[in-house]
């Protein structure tokens, strides 16, 4: 469910409050997900996974820029906000500390897009019906309209889920699908176990979350009780919504590859982050060559390709 941190997360609540304070009054909300959250595995000086909610992109930008927090040009920023919004930029605490976040940064109005019934991609979607708590926000309304957001995208996930799901299914069986649909329809450097361990370190949250959509489909007509707590499809998805959600999930790829470019220019020291995480969730050891490093756009794919493909790959396929 989405919670609020209250003290709970102190260096993550410590960080989101100064970005917040450099944000230029622009920043509403500042959300937790992730890693770190859920205690999958990280190390001790892992980056937070931020979601970070703006009503300005420009007056953000403008803030940290003041702050030579950007670590890009400001006329990049601004113009890149809105194409495959979010942006995603490192912050860290600054003055020595290790504290480092990295932020998804989203205005409202694409935050609701997003999370609603025709979303562009699974990007957003598929983060934010995982666990998350609030660690920073302006304001109790803020509060309550982010709840209610992430509230609807809980109760949307049998419309999209409905092609992968077969058989019964609990709230916990409906979730653990949810993920590993999720992680196939993105190119990402973990194993394919890695949507189980994910699975497990928050099955309860599927459980309090989806529970309710599920006995209110059940009320509705939607799926079937079957026993206590175990559902049923009370129809096989069509064939256009099996269409449909597999050309989303097309897309949705094609737009997370597109993605990890954008990355690149928005993510001050991508390259070491994406290799550190990658040998942090696959245990090997992963040495660049000078050509890599100084030019991955030209000479990094061939290793990133045989990557993605020698990855264990024991996950579901949708």
């Not at 490192?90 to 932020?103: F, I, R």
């Not at 997003?114 to 979607?125: N, T």
């Not at 394919?192 to 949250?205: E, K, L, N, S, T």
């Amino acid at each position: 469910m989405t919670g609020v941190a209250d003290g709970g997360w102190p260096e993550a609540e410590g960080l989101a409050e100064q970005l917040a304070l450099q944000g230029d009054g622009a920043v509403r909300l500042v959300l937790l997900y992730g890693s770190r959250l859920l205690k999958t595995a990280p190390d001790q000086h892992s980056a937070f996974d931020f979601v970070v909610i703006v009503d300005d992109y420009k007056g953000f930008y403008k803030g940290l820029a003041k702050y030579r927090q950007l670590g890009r040009p400001l006329a990049l920023m601004q113009g890149l906000a809105r194409i495959l919004a979010p942006n995603v930029i490192a912050y860290d605490g600054g003055n020595g500390s290790l504290a480092m976040a990295k932020c998804a940064v989203v205005s409202k109005e694409d935050f609701e897009q997003a999370l609603g019934p025709s979303p562009k991609d699974h990007f957003l979607l598929g983060r934010m019906v995982q666990r998350i708590e609030i660690v920073w926000s302006q304001s109790s309304l803020e509060d309550t309209w982010v709840r209610g957001v992430i509230n609807g995208a809980h109760r949307g996930v049998l419309e999209w889920m409905a092609p992968y799901l077969s058989g019964d299914f609990s709230a916990e069986d409906v979730g653990r699908r949810l993920l590993e649909v999720c992680y196939q329809g993105e190119w990402r450097p973990e194993s394919q176990g890695r949507a189980r361990m994910v699975f497990d370190a928050q099955a309860d949250h599927f459980a309090q979350a989806l529970d309710p959509v599920l006995s209110a489909a059940a009320v509705s007509g939607k799926v079937l009780g079957t026993t206590e707590g175990r559902y049923a499809l009370a129809a096989p998805a069509s064939a256009a919504d099996r269409r449909r959600w597999r050309l989303h999930f097309r897309r949705s790829k094609r737009r997370a590859t597109m993605r990890w470019l954008k990355h690149m220019m928005t993510f001050a020291k991508w390259l070491p982050y994406v290799v550190r995480k990658a040998e942090r969730h696959t245990g090997r050891s992963i040495k660049l060559t000078s050509l890599e490093k100084r030019m991955p756009l030209i000479f990094l794919w061939p290793r990133a390709i045989h990557f993605m493909l020698t990855k264990s790959n024991r996950g579901a396929r949708p």
